[in-house]
Each structure stands twice: as structure tokens, then as C-alpha cells.
């Protein structure tokens, strides 16, 4: 029965495609290696595709590629399937991504990468990370990693850039004792070649400094008083001529990335605004200089706008990207979208898209895209799950942030120390994953503006008074304690939320669960009641979640992944802004 049961979670985890040929593995091609007893594998990417194979621990495969949380692997000759990554290991896997440090260069591997304001697609998008550029390396959230680019900090999804090696010296003799100028109003000056170094000055805009030497993304610099570090992004080098514009990318096209840019009658933050011009506004670009592109966009209007709110398209797109750009349409950006039957959730759904699909739009209809589903068939998806263009005014749905910003929020990871909480049949310790799945929460409610506190943040015991002791010394307004579950019976699966008091902390209680148990893909076992010190002596509104079964391998395998925490921290931070839209 067990056997029998476990079989089925697997199928409800697992899923692969196949396709006839059409990739070729390189000699370098990576492998995965199956890491549960026996897994699934499925001909399409979903869980409705039927299972074509099925594989065993121990066996390892060609892997051909990934999307999402699957990867496509090469059964044999021309067979392929996809499988779940949490339940795979890919042979990169043990190289540890804690060598990337603070001050280190990250690049650009995508073509409008979204730069965001928090660790999520929830937050909202502040510019893109072009292909290409370089941006400096400051922290790290599940999958999300934190640079600082042009200027301004933000999170990019660490899947599409790379590390550049800093074990080797970038200085150049192209720079090396050149005279450079500071275009920034103020540019500190640091002891070391990272954000986070101690500042032991600044420079004024026109300020001209020398160049002893680079390193990645920084320079260290030396004046009549000082010798120290700024970032590069900052200074233009002085050539034959005092001029600091570039010949850049006059007269390329461009496309406006943010909500809303100001257009200014100069080249820097000081300009009058003179105009202002929205998302997918497309505009010529006739002149670079500081980083800032003079345009001249519709009825031949010109100013300035800043550069890093410009997305740039290839001279050898042409005409091509011109036609592109002017036609409407929506890209998926979620696998399992759904399209409906009319302009709301109650309508039928008529067809699930994947990731990367495209449709035209017919008309809007409120917050809503009619699509032309092709063969005379129409459908509606709502405008905030898809990525719009060629629409003067996309559909936006306001952040979850509003609702989150100043709110007091405790986390508590349960057990630490020499209380290990649960051990999972494969030996995970239940008091390590509640400390990574709180901290990705703290990053994302932090991102929002809200004022969120930790009952630890380290391997440390910390009895159950001191917990409530923060929750009422910080005055929360919501406290959520994590922990993961753990049984003598191991086909038992699924997450819990409990809660003592049904007025006080039911309703924090159903917002989360509710939110939660659409992320995590697990079995949902709702709310109850549980008589918990942590709740039961708490007088904030408090609840206690089990995220899922240690008891349970598969579980077991699917928490550990680094997906699964993603996906769950994702779904209490959703629960937590309804809870507060709401309260």
C-alpha cells in the first residue's frame, strides 16, 4: 500500500517530453544522475502528458535542456523525456554557489532581462539587465541574486547570467594610469572593491582622478588626497578631447522599458522635463552621453531620457523588429497559463499555454486580452500574467508591496541548535530547511517595505518564551512559525496550517494556506486547530505551518530543492499581502 501510494506521488510530481531529434548533446553536454528509487518520465510538459518511461536511482542521462523546473534528458538514440529537477542531480550541482561574493561580476545572458525591485516576479520591474552588460554581484535569495547596476540595486533571476572568474586580475593597459573624470553628482570612494566595503571618501561630478587599476566591475583610483576604489560604471576616460559623449548607438531604435520615463531637455537628473513617454513607447536613438540617450520619438519630438530605461534592438534586426514591435501581442511567461472563455476566473478554461508561447491580441477588455487562439478560435488571459507589446497601455495589476510596506512581521524557523527538529529519512534536518525557507521569506517582505524581524537567524536554540517575547517586543502583526512535519507512517504527505484562536488568527490562517497550497504543488491538508505555545501565549496574530513530510522520500527529496523553497516562500508571501490587503 505504501509502495502503491508513493508511486503516485511520484506521478503527480514528474514530468517529461519527447521530441524526435532535433537537439544534438555537444561533447560537453551535462548529465543528471536519478535521485529517488524510481521516477516518471512523461512525453509532454505537463502532468496531464502520459508516462513513456520510467527510470531508476543510480541512472544517469544526457541532459539536452531545461525549462523551469524540468529537464529534458536523452533516454537513448533519439528518445527523449522531461523530468523534475528537484528529484535529479545535475553534475554542476556540487560546485557551490557561495564561491560568488559580495563585489564579484555578474553578466547578462538573456536579451531584457527584468530587473527588480525584490527576490520575486511579483515586484515590480525597475529596468532590464541587458545581454551582454556587467553589473556587480551583492547578495544572494533561493534563486534570485541582488546586483548593483547602473546606479541602482536590484534582483535578476540568477538562472540566466554568469559569473566572471575573480581569481585572475582584469587590469588592463588600455586604462592603466589614464586620467578618468566622475560623471556621477557623487561618487564615494571605497577601501575595497565591493558595495558593502568601508567608504574613506567621495568625488564631485567633473573631478578628474587617475587610474591605477581594475577589477571587474571597479577601479581604483588615486587623487591628491586619497587612493581607493569606485565603481566603473561612474567614470568616462579622457581621451584626446575633453568630450566625454560616446559615438554609442546613434541612431538605433530603442524601446522604453519602465511604467513611465521623464523625457528632460538635458542629459542628466537636473534637466527640465519637458515630456513623459510610457512602457513599450518605440523611440530613435540620436545621441549617447553619460549614459543618458537623447531620442526623437513620435511627431518629431527630441529630448533626453536615461539609458538604462532604454532597451536597445540590433542594428542586423532591421526593419524585422520595427514590424515586430508595432504588432500586438502577448508573450507567456508561465508554464500552465490559463486562457478562459471570457474576461474573468469564472469563466471556463479553454486552453493551458507554456512558457515562451505567443498570441495576438484582438481588443482589451478591462484587465483582461482577448487572444486569437487560431483556427477562428478566441480566448482571454488576464493581463497581469502575461508580458504585452505593441499596446500603448499594458495591463498592470498594482504590487503586492502596498499592501506589505511598515507592516511588522515576525518569522520564526523552528527548532535550532541542539534542537534538530525532525530528520528526514535521507538525514535532512528539519531545523536547517525552516532557517532557509525563513530567510527567503525575510527577503522577499524586506524587499516590500515591510519591517520584518527573525527569532534566529543561525544554528542556535532558542526556547519557545523567547519566541513570543520578540512577537510581543516588536509589537508584531503577524507572526508565522515554519516547520516541516514528520510521522511513522511515511505515505503521509502534504502541508498543515494551524492556528489557536479561530477570530484572531483564522483569518491570518486561510489567507496564507490558501496562498501557499497554490505554489507548493503538494497536498493541501488546510487549516486547524493546534494547541502550540507559540500560538496559544502569542498576542499578535500567529500561525504555525507544516510545509510538507521529511518522513516521506519523495517529499523529502521535493522540499530540498531549491524550486520547492522558492515556490513556498513565495506562496506565505502572497498569503501575508491578502492577509494584509484584507485586515
Known amino acids: 500500500m505504501i509502495k502503491k501510494t508513493i508511486s503516485v506521488l511520484i506521478c503527480y510530481f514528474l514530468l517529461i517530453s519527447t521530441l524526435n531529434g532535433t537537439f544534438q548533446v555537444s ?32 541512472q544517469t542521462y544526457d541532459l539536452i535542456e531545461s525549462k523551469g523546473d524540468w529537464y529534458k534528458i536523452r533516454l537513448s538514440g533519439t528518445n527523449t523525456g522531461w523530468v523534475a529537477n528537484w528529484l535529479v542531480k545535475k553534475n554542476s550541482d556540487s560546485k557551490t554557489e557561495n564561491e560568488h561574493v559580495n563585489g564579484s561580476t555578474v553578466v547578462s545572458n538573456t536579451t531584457g532581462l527584468r530587473f527588480r525591485s525584490g527576490p520575486g516576479t511579483t515586484f515590480r520591474v525597475i529596468g532590464v539587465f541587458e545581454r551582454g552588460k556587467a553589473a556587480t554581484y551583492l547578495d544572494k535569495s533561493g534563486d534570485w541574486i541582488k546586483i548593483s547596476y547602473k546606479g541602482s540595486q536590484g ?143 513620435g511627431s518629431n519630438k527630441t529630448g533626453w531620457v536615461a539609458g538604462w530605461y532604454i532597451s536597445q534592438t540590433s542594428a542586423n534586426q532591421g526593419n524585422q523588429s520595427s514590424t515586430n514591435q508595432k504588432k500586438k501581442q502577448v508573450q507567456i511567461i508561465y508554464d500552465g497559463t490559463n486562457i478562459r472563455s471570457g474576461s474573468s476566473t469564472s469563466h471556463s478554461i479553454v486552453r493551458r499555454a507554456n512558457l515562451g ?15 486569437n487562439l487560431g483556427n477562428n478560435k478566441t480566448g482571454y488571459v488576464a493581463g497581469w500574467v502575461v508580458e504585452a507589446t505593441g499596446v500603448s497601455n499594458p495591463v498592470s495589476k498594482p504590487g503586492s508591496e502596498q499592501y506589505l510596506k511598515n507592516q511588522t512581521i515576525v518569522i520564526d524557523p523552528g527548532h535550532g541548535g541542539r534542537d534538530s527538529g525532525a530528520i528526514g529519512i535521507r538525514g535532512t ?128 527529496l521535493t522540499i530540498k530543492s531549491s524550486s520547492f523553497q522558492e515556490r513556498t516562500s513565495q506562496g506565505i508571501y502572497n498569503g501575508l499581502a491578502q492577509y494584509f490587503k484584507t485586515n
Open 155 to 297: 534582483w535578476v533571476a540568477s538562472k540566466y547570467v554568469s559569473y566572471q572568474s575573480t581569481t585572475a586580475s582584469n587590469s588592463t593597459e588600455s586604462t592603466k594610469g589614464k586620467v578618468a573624470t566622475v560623471k556621477a553628482a557623487s561618487l564615494n570612494i571605497r577601501k575595497s572593491p565591493s558595495t558593502s566595503s568601508t567608504r574613506i571618501g567621495s568625488l564631485q561630478r567633473n573631478a578628474k582622478v587617475t587610474v591605477l587599476k581594475e577589477e571587474n566591475s571597479w577601479v581604483q583610483i588615486r587623487t591628491s588626497t586619497v587612493k581607493g576604489w569606485v565603481h566603473s560604471d561612474y567614470l568616462s576616460y579622457n581621451h584626446s578631447s575633453d568630450s566625454v559623449s560616446n559615438t554609442g548607438p546613434a541612431n538605433q531604435s530603442g524601446t522604453v522599458t519602465a511604467s513611465s520615463i521623464n523625457v528632460r531637455n538635458s542629459g542628466n537628473l537636473t534637466g527640465k522635463v519637458i515630456d513623459s513617454i510610457k512602457k513599450g513607447t518605440s523611440v530613435t536613438i540620436i545621441e549617447e552621453k553619460n549614459d543618458w540617450y537623447k531620442i526623437s520619438y
Open 357 to 371: 508561447e505567443t498570441y495576438e491580441i484582438i481588443e482589451t477588455a478591462g484587465d483582461w486580452y482577448k487572444l
Open 27 to 58: 561533447a560537453a553536454s551535462e548529465k543528471v544522475t536519478i535521485q529517488t528509487n524510481s521516477i516518471n518520465v512523461r512525453s509532454g510538459a505537463g502532468l496531464t502528458y502520459p508516462v513513456i518511461a520510467t527510470v531508476k536511482k543510480g
Open 429 to 556: 534536518l528539519e531545523k536547517k530547511m525552516t532557517l532557509t525557507t525563513a530567510k527567503l521569506v525575510y527577503d522577499k517582505l524586506k524587499s516590500a517595505g515591510a519591517n520584518v524581524f527573525m527569532t534566529r537567524s543561525n544554528d542556535t536554540y532558542v526556547s519557545l518564551n523567547s519566541r513570543v517575547s520578540t512577537s510581543h517586543y516588536r509589537k508584531a502583526e503577524a507572526f508565522i512559525s515554519l516547520h516541516y512535519d514528520s510521522i511513522n507512517n511515511s505515505s503521509v504527505t502534504g502541508t498543515t496550517t494551524y492556528y489557536y484562536h479561530s477570530l484572531k488568527d483564522g483569518p491570518l490562517a486561510s489567507k496564507v494556506n490558501n496562498e501557499l497550497a497554490k505554489k507548493t504543488q503538494l497536498r493541501n491538508r488546510g487549516t486547524k486547530f493546534g494547541n502550540f505555545h507559540v500560538l496559544r501565549e502569542n498576542k499578535a496574530p500567529a500561525i504555525l505551518i507544516e510545509l510538507g513530510y521529511l518522513s516521506n522520500q519523495t517529499e523529502e
